[in-house]
């Protein structure tokens, strides 16, 4: 399975003390600003937008650029800054040295960095990415300026993962002019300005304050009878990831009931694997969670979109500074997946990494194995949730493959998932 490396932060140079005010769309706008406008403001009960939402998808949304075209655009709570295409349809602009300047007037870097690349923390590598300015954007009525930082390289696999491509990642520092509610009950992505969004009553709230590392949201998670600032990452797929020191001493206190590995593919083509356990007792404030599937080799702890997701909904309200949510009766647990890397080749999908425990290759699988069907079901025009969703589900009894010249049909095994 494809996870998404995430844009952790910009070490060093990027002061973000000053980025509140100069990059609020409603607020300051730096002396490069070259559109005018901000469509910020809006009745109290009146989202600025308001889009459909699926549970097992990435908030991936349209964008229209100053141009009048249409852009899709990934929402990235786990992304500090925005990053665009260095060429394409929505790159971003040089940073020019009178754009410098004006970032170095209001703070927002530290010093002059003269043309040199960035070193952006992800989840798997450090990456290096130019500096450059966020052109012009609007979805529906919230308007983001140009001229505001954004980082400049290649997406490449990094859109394509899961067959909703997009062209650039709006990260958090822009995403925090709003205040953000997800309801998987009535399937709506809602955004509000900065006047308060509706009331409403729902069974918890809790403290959400931003990462002094990385500015972005974080929360407090009982782990282990200690509570710890977990950073809520909408651009992350899993439950829950944590340092791998901190996985390592939970195995050895045996607090996981099985453990397994997963491959997946980051944005510069590496296969990583990491190891996975089943974990119980997590709480936010009084909610008990259900048991989670969580990951080792994060930066620092962080909650992605398979949790958030077994949420009826939830609220990130950034004008208070709280996050609130609504659990189902009966919340659902994770199941610990050991998923091999698979990339979509085609009509098909190429085995490119085998998770030694995994189902793919327990049943025999090799590498450069093509999927073509899952029992009797094409994977033609499956996106990649799909396919691994029907690999993990318990009546999925075969898969039919190319190898070379030859099709193979692969009798699946039960994925050899260890107890801790």
């Not at 296969?271 to 909610?287: E, N, T, W």
């Amino acid at each position: 399975m494809f996870n998404r490396p995430e844009f952790a932060h910009v070490k060093h140079v990027l002061t973000g003390l000053a980025l509140c005010a100069l990059l609020s769309g409603c607020g300051n706008k730096p002396d490069t600003q070259a559109t005018p406008s901000s469509g910020c403001a809006a009745s109290a009960d009146t989202p600025v937008l308001s889009v459909p939402l699926e549970r097992n998808g990435h908030w991936v949304v349209d964008a229209q650029g100053a141009d009048g075209k249409t852009h899709r655009v990934l929402l990235d709570t786990g992304a500090t800054f925005n990053v665009l295409e260095s060429q394409g349809p929505l790159a971003a602009a040089p940073l020019t040295p009178e754009a410098e300047t004006g970032f170095l007037r209001q703070g927002v870097l530290g010093a002059s960095i003269a043309g040199a690349n960035l070193t952006v923390s992800t989840l798997s590598d450090p990456k290096e990415f130019a500096l450059g300015l966020t052109p012009a954007l609007r979805i529906q009525n919230w308007s983001m300026p140009a001229g505001v930082p954004a980082l400049r390289g290649s997406l490449g696999r990094l859109a394509s993962a899961d067959d909703a491509p997009f062209e650039a990642i709006i990260g958090n520092e822009r995403m925090r002019e709003l205040t953000w509610r997800a309801d998987y009950v009535a399937g709506r992505l809602a955004a509000y300005a900065t006047n308060e969004a509706p009331a409403h009553e729902w069974q918890q709230c809790t403290l959400m304050t931003l990462d002094a590392r990385t500015r972005m949201p974080a929360i407090q998670i009982n782990l282990d009878d200690t509570y710890n600032f977990f950073i809520l990452d909408t651009g992350y797929d899993g439950d829950v990831m944590l340092p791998q020191d901190l996985f390592d001493n939970l195995v050895k206190e045996n607090k996981f009931a099985h453990v397994g590995t997963s491959s997946s593919i980051d944005a510069t083509d590496r296969v990583v694997q990491r190891q996975q356990g089943l974990l119980a007792g997590l709480a936010i404030g009084q909610k008990q969670l259900p048991r989670l599937a969580v990951s080792g080799a994060a930066p620092e702890p962080r909650i992605g979109l398979g949790l958030l997701e077994k949420m009826d909904r939830f609220e990130l309200d950034f004008r208070h500074f709280r996050f609130c949510f609504d659990l189902p009766a009966k919340p659902m647990d994770s199941t610990l997946e050991t998923h091999s890397a698979l990339l979509r080749s085609g009509e098909r999908y190429e085995v490119v990494a085998l998770a030694p425990d995994g189902i793919l290759a327990v049943s025999g699988a090799q590498l450069g194995d093509q999927i073509t069907t899952i029992d009797q079901t094409s994977v033609a025009n499956l996106d990649l949730a799909k396919v691994i969703d029907l690999l993990s589900a318990p009546t999925t009894r075969e898969v039919t493959v190319l190898r070379g010249k030859r099709t193979l049909v692969i009798e699946l095994k039960p994925a050899q998932i260890k107890p801790a």
